[in-house]
């Protein structure tokens, strides 16, 4: 815009114009080509809070949060931070080193510490207490990845159900989540990709998952939890469980459940030791014939190793009416 003024000023020789403009460029370069708040840095250690530049960053990140474009990047220095959180459209947080450098923890244990928007990402940062770690709202594609989630009321990480659109999909990977009040992972029908996560010591499921979703789940530790490991439905789904280490947890390791609606859910590579009930269990629900858990809907590939689970290892279908 400012070339096209000087052109113009130019070209129908207006000299005191012609002043004026170069003058404008000589003295605020910074003005017209800041980048100063689409990049922000927050650190809890100064004495007062600055412009969220490199050498005078912002004391709080809530305080980052109300001074960054939309669309921002906010970068967290060491510390602890008492504060809940909620991103905005396009915003993306990171912390500094490893995920324990910075540690995010509730103020109001009533509200989620994190609640994410569209097209937000949230990584390297420790997420402590709350209602839940981190809440993903049901018009959000969002991303999760090298974070400590833990200690949280309810789930570690609540998905609201918002249907399969790759434009509401939500990816959590490279995550410790763990002793959270509840599921480790709770979501409803959403489109999902759950990789390389330790889901550990949770009072509920590690993973629950509601019908209708579709979900890749590979490379995941999921031991230890109050519930089962995973809990599924075929419903209308579609599901790949590939190359997991499901153990001790107390209840199944992984549970299936079947109302009569068509889906596909497909395990694989995975290995599933030492749970409380079934390795597997099958449960087909309001039905009064055993259909679509026998190979159909749920295929069981031979390159699972199942073993050493408390009751069996991949149980007959159940028939709950």
């Known amino acids: 815009m400012i070339n096209f003024w000087l052109k113009q000023a ?59 474009r939309e669309n921002g990047k906010i970068f967290i220095a060491k510390g602890t931070y008492r504060e809940n959180l909620r991103l905005g459209d396009g915003i993306e947080i990171y912390g500094t080193g490893s995920k324990e450098n910075v540690v995010i923890r509730a103020k109001d244990n009533d509200e989620s510490t994190v609640v994410m928007g569209d097209e937000t990402k949230i990584e390297k940062v420790t997420i402590k207490g709350g209602k839940n770690g981190i809440k993903v709202k049901n018009d959000s594609k969002v991303s999760i990845k090298k974070c400590l989630i833990k200690d949280s ?26 002793d959270n009040g509840y599921s480790g992972i709770y979501s409803g029908k959403r489109r999902l990709t759950i990789e390389d996560n330790r889901i550990e010591n949770n009072d509920g499921d590690g993973i629950d998952i509601e019908k209708g979703s579709r979900v890749w789940a590979e490379g995941n530790y999921v031991n230890k939890n109050r519930k089962s490991g995973i809990k599924i439905s075929v419903d209308e789904s579609n599901i790949w469980i590939k190359s997991n280490s499901i153990r001790y947890n107390k ?43 026998d190979g159909s809907y749920l295929k069981l590939s031979s390159e699972n190793t199942v073993t050493g689970n408390n009751i069996g290892q991949i149980s007959s279908v159940i028939l709950i009416k």
């Open 10 to 68: 130019i070209k129908e020789k207006k000299l005191l114009s012609i002043m004026i403009i170069a003058l404008f460029l000589a003295v605020s370069p910074v003005f017209v080509f800041s980048n100063e708040y689409q990049k922000v840095f927050v650190d809890g250690d100064v004495s007062s809070s600055g412009d969220g530049s490199f050498n005078h960053p912002y004391k709080t990140i809530n305080e980052a949060l109300r001074k960054v």
């Open 251 to 293: 209840r199944e390791g992984i549970e299936v459940s079947f109302y009569g609606k068509l889906g596909n859910v497909e395990i694989s590579k995975s290995k599933i030791f030492n749970n409380g009930n079934y390795g597997i269990t099958r449960l087909q629900r309001n039905l009064s014939t055993a259909v679509g858990l």
């Open 153 to 178: 009321k309810g789930d570690g990480i609540n998905i609201e159900g918002d249907g399969i659109k790759k434009s509401r999909a939500v990816y959590i990977a490279e995550n410790e989540i763990k």
